[in-house]
T-cell receptor
Framework: DAKTTQPTSMDCAEGRAANLPCNHSTISGNEYVYWYRQIHSQGPQYIIHGLKNNETNEMASLIITEDRKSSTLILPHATLRDTAVYYCIVRAFNTDKLIFGTGTRLQVFP | SQTIHQWPATLVQPVGSPLSLECTVEGTSNPNLYWYRQAAGRGLQLLFYSVGIGQISSEVPQNLSASRPQDRQFILSSKKLLLSDSGFYLC???????????FGDGTRLSIL
């Protein structure tokens, strides 16, 4: 699976959009981009995933660049409860292994 | 809707004691099931996964084992725990090949 690179930490004001970047320059054609988050002492929570088109659900939007070498997770109106570690993961369609890196620690402040 | 249950939530065990952690999933059939471990301050490491009853694949050789006695039950075991087995153990499930994995709330295991 392709390796991902994320900033160690980010801050965001409550009510503003949080844009979390992820680089996956070695991604191959059959690999999906997944985003999870982990609030302290809880299991990871699935947020969104995509292959090459931009995706949106009730939690977030996922923007994937045309060359698929990077993506951005957007939380449109961050709340204090969005404070968590966010993981960007690249996974091939036909494998089961999710390789979690160290993620981005997002701190939402009032 | 589907739900996943893990127990216990926390566990303190002495070195050399046995271990049994249980995970069950409701609201689905023939899910893929997974056991992960997260050491303090680290990312998740896949330990075992199962695509069906009695089918277990191991990702990391160690003194842990997994079993799947029923379709929606996944058990993580050890005969003799080591200090290095301390960590946060997470069970996950998914339904289809292109579906995401969904995680339980985990068991925090401390070895003394």
């Amino acid at each position: 699976d392709a390796k991902t690179t994320q900033p160690t930490s980010m801050d965001c004001a409550e009510g503003r959009a949080a844009n979390l970047p992820c680089n996956h320059s070695t991604i191959s054609g059959n690999e999906y981009v997944y985003w999870y988050r982990q609030i302290h002492s809880q299991g990871p929570q699935y947020i969104i995933h995509g292959l090459k088109n931009n995706e949106t659900n009730e939690m977030a939007s996922l923007i994937i660049t045309e060359d698929r070498k990077s993506s951005t997770l957007i939380l449109p109106h961050a709340t204090l409860r969005d404070t968590a570690v966010y993981y960007c993961i690249v996974r091939a369609f036909n494998t089961d292994k999710l390789i979690f890196g160290t993620g981005t620690r997002l701190q939402v402040f009032p | 809707s589907q739900t996943i249950h893990q127990w216990p939530a926390t566990l303190v065990q002495p070195v050399g004691s046995p271990l049994s952690l249980e995970c069950t999933v409701e609201g689905t059939s023939n899910p893929n099931l997974y056991w992960y471990r997260q050491a303090a301050g680290r990312g998740l490491q896949l330990l075992f996964y199962s695509v069906g009853i009695g089918q277990i694949s191991s990702e990391v050789p160690q003194n842990l084992s997994a079993s799947r006695p029923q379709d929606r039950q996944f058990i993580l075991s050890s005969k003799k725990l080591l200090l290095s087995d301390s960590g946060f153990y997470l069970c996950a499930w998914k339904e289809g090949a292109d579906q995401p994995q969904h995680f339980g709330d985990g068991t925090r295991l401390s070895i003394l």
